[in-house]
């Protein structure tokens, strides 16, 4: 049944890439081609909440319907925050919005896209836009 579940995601998962991703920011919905960088995020909200991991930008993914309704469950910590700005074109490898420096981001066990950052016990998900 795991195994059912698990391969319904990653079915998921590959209809929802292609070239075209939507990211909610706020009330406004911006459409990108592509990978979005920091800088082109910020540039729309300041005030938008993402981090920077392996080249990609993961965005805070609480008021995605099917990513809050996923089942997942915390894997290995993978990544660390070292640094925050808010300044797009100062976005580097480590740098995040409003996570704090030092929060630990982990991968989840069913899901390659989603990661879970850990703050004062509360586990905030995020979603990675990249090219499809």
Same mark, same amino acid.
């Given at each position: 049944?795991?195994?059912?579940?698990?391969?319904f995601?990653?079915?998921?998962?590959?209809?929802?890439?292609?070239?075209?991703?939507?990211?909610?920011?706020?009330?406004? @919905?911006?459409?990108y081609?592509?990978? $979005?960088?920091?800088?082109? !995020?910020?540039s729309? #909200?300041k005030?938008? =909440? /993402?981090?920077?991991?392996n080249?990609?930008?993961y965005?805070?993914?609480?008021?995605?319907?099917?990513?809050?309704k996923?089942d997942?469950?915390?894997?290995?910590a993978v990544?660390e925050?070292?640094?925050?700005?808010?300044?797009g074109?100062?976005?580097? @490898?480590?740098?995040?919005?409003?996570? $704090?420096?030092?929060?630990? !981001?982990?991968?989840? #066990?069913e899901?390659? =896209? /989603?990661?879970?950052?850990v703050v004062?016990?509360?586990?905030?998900r995020?979603?990675?836009?990249?090219?499809?």
């Amino acid at each position: 049944m795991k195994s059912l579940l698990i391969l319904f995601l990653i079915i998921i998962t590959l209809s929802a890439c292609n070239n075209e991703q939507q990211l909610k920011m706020g009330e406004e @919905e911006q459409l990108y081609i592509g990978s $979005p960088t920091a800088n082109e !995020i910020l540039s729309k #909200n300041k005030r938008e =909440d /993402i981090f920077l991991m392996n080249e990609v930008v993961y965005v805070n993914a609480e008021k995605i319907d099917w990513v809050k309704k996923a089942d997942l469950t915390l894997g290995n910590a993978v990544f660390e925050v070292v640094r925050q700005s808010n300044d797009g074109e100062d976005f580097t @490898e480590g740098t995040a919005t409003k996570l $704090p420096v030092g929060t630990k !981001i982990y991968k989840t #066990n069913e899901k390659g =896209d /989603i990661y879970i950052a850990v703050v004062d016990g509360r586990e905030i998900r995020y979603l990675g836009f990249r090219e499809g």
